[in-house]
């Protein structure tokens, strides 16, 4: 298995209810709820979200807690158009890393600026 670009093949589940500010309970309510979310359990019973999981619970939390779908619409969404869903996800991470990134160069050059103001 490949390694993703965090640098990891899993997450917790309280890794992941830490990304969408959710509880852990709601991670594994929906766990029960949606067939596609199947985290694997290690030995002791953890669960193990691989990144194909995360975009899984993305989408789940998008569709019932930012466009209030009811948990059977979000289960139709997800049979009927899971891909279409998923690639938006993808879509708003790689633009929400680009913002990131790009503000993180603004305020790096403009305290390259500052520094280069004082010089003169």
Do not use: C
């Amino acid at each position: 298995m490949e390694e993703n670009k965090s640098g990891k093949y899993y997450y917790s589940i309280g890794e992941v209810a830490d990304m969408f500010g959710v509880n852990t309970s709601m991670i594994r309510y929906w766990e029960k709820e949606f067939d596609v979310l199947r985290p694997r359990k290690n030995k002791k019973g953890n669960r193990l979200f691989t990144e194909r999981d995360v975009r899984y619970v993305h989408v789940i939390y998008h569709l019932t807690k930012v466009k209030g779908y009811t948990l059977a619409g979000a289960k139709q969404a997800l049979k009927d158009k899971f891909s279409d869903y998923e690639e938006r996800m993808i879509l708003l991470e790689t633009l929400d890393k680009t913002r990131n990134f790009l503000l993180s160069l603004d305020k790096s050059l403009a305290e390259k600026q500052k520094e280069l103001k004082q010089q003169l």
